[in-house]
């Protein structure tokens, strides 16, 4: 299927690594050319130049930390300016401590939501105009299923992913009649470096082997297995497609039905 992507020009923040890396591949394939932000240059270049030459499409290597104001203002301005345009938005950036109450401290959470929810706000907030002109449009939120599944080792994340799925949603109630859509997708566990990060520490927490960690994990999801970056990256894509012309302030999880008492078993 034709997803109408060709020409469109997409910035994905969190664009060098998991699903921000296979959200801007899957894009490209797709025809779109893609302005990759990331916090390391190096590997934000060798992403970009190894999509360009897979695809044929255009792309631009951006730094940038989604915890700054200037940073987020700066590299949508220099996307427009480079493209002309900017039509689709996926913001992928910024992961979160875990861990449990008693072991968070208040620069724990604020980190959180520094990145992980005002990081999104920024963003958005710089897009918007360009998008109003235009009248056109797509917002697409990675955010994740701890906001509407908490547990209590995953705090901070959970914190900041339910005020990014009630974001998501009001900015899409006031954008949609501007031809801007504006969706999010909370994916549960997705083999990623950020996984992995939460499966050790909940491997301290419990005293217990990462690898047992993780068990408890996979045990929790009906299918078996964690998700795959191409599994997220696949619903934004078709989120971004023309033909999704009427699905606006959607969250769609995507964690293969998992129930996240059974990891504290």
């Not at 690594?17 to 490209?28: H, N, P, R």
């Not at 964690?226 to 699905?247: H, I, N, R, W, Y």
Request: proline residues 3%; aromatic residues 4%.
């Amino acid at each position: 299927m034709d997803l109408g992507l060709k020409g469109k020009v997409a910035l994905v923040t969190g664009g060098s690594k998991g699903i921000g890396k296979a959200s801007a591949e899957m894009l490209a394939q797709e025809g779109a050319h893609v302005a990759i932000v990331a916090r390391g240059k190096p590997l934000a270049e060798q992403v970009a130049a190894e999509i360009a030459r897979g695809t044929g499409v255009k792309t631009l290597a951006l730094v940038g930390d989604m915890s700054k104001g200037e940073d987020a203002n700066r590299v949508v301005r220099q996307t427009h300016e480079h493209f002309g345009r900017i039509d689709i938005l996926v913001n992928c950036a910024g992961s979160s401590p875990g861990g449990s109450i008693e072991l968070l401290r208040e620069e724990h959470w604020m980190e959180s939501l520094d990145l992980k929810f005002m990081g999104y706000v920024r963003t958005c907030t710089a897009v918007t105009p360009i998008m109003k002109k235009q009248k056109s449009g797509r917002i697409i939120n990675v955010i994740g299923n701890d906001g509407i599944k908490p547990i209590y080792f995953e705090l901070t994340p959970g914190a900041a992913n339910a005020a990014g799925i009630n974001f998501t949603q009001a900015i899409a109630e006031d954008l949609g009649r501007h031809g801007i859509l504006v969706n999010c997708i909370n994916p549960g566990p997705v083999d990623t470096e950020r996984w992995w990060g939460l499966v050790r520490t909940l491997a301290r927490e419990r005293n217990i082997s990462e690898q047992a960690a993780n068990a408890l994990a996979v045990k929790s999801i009906p299918l078996g297995r964690l998700c795959t970056p191409q599994e997220v990256a696949f619903l934004v894509a078709m989120l971004a497609a023309d033909k999704a012309s009427f699905v606006n302030g959607a969250c769609i999880t995507i964690d293969g039905g998992q129930r996240k008492a059974i990891m504290d078993a």
